[in-house]
């Protein structure tokens, strides 16, 4: 089992940038893909991002292509989200999930057993 923990978010203009960070604690991370997902108020959660164990996969959603970048770095057992050209519709909480097993997808909640607990990113127009 894994624990995640994110950090990094806050409330920045429309146009401006933030990094989300997710540590991974409990067990080797390098083994483990990961995933960004966020939840709007009276939204389902959705996918945002993924990456397989060793940075060299990576995806988007369409809404943020271009925009976000997610990197890894497995000696410091931690995820990355870089988010530029924010703007008001990606307000939500965005929480980092991962997994280990194989012959897995990326893009769906239930591609993933292990959560964190959620970090807020507001963005104002």
């Known amino acids: 089992q894994v624990q995640l923990v994110e950090s990094g978010g806050g409330l920045v203009q429309a146009g401006g940038s933030l990094r989300l960070s997710c540590a991974a604690s409990g067990r080797t991370f390098g083994n483990y893909r990961a995933g960004w997902f966020r939840q709007a108020p009276g939204k389902e959660r959705e996918f945002v991002s993924g990456i397989n164990w060793s940075g060299g996969n990576t995806y988007y959603a369409d809404s943020v292509k271009g925009r976000f970048t997610i990197s890894r770095d497995n000696a410091k057992n931690t995820v990355y989200l870089q988010m530029n050209s924010l703007k008001p519709e990606d307000t939500a909480v965005y929480y980092c999930?991962?997994?280990?097993?194989?012959?897995?997808?990326?893009?769906?909640?239930?591609?993933?057993?292990?959560w964190g607990q959620g970090t807020q990113v507001t963005v104002s127009s």
């Open positions: 999930a991962a997994d280990s097993r194989t012959f897995i997808g990326f893009i769906k909640p239930a591609d993933y057993r292990y």
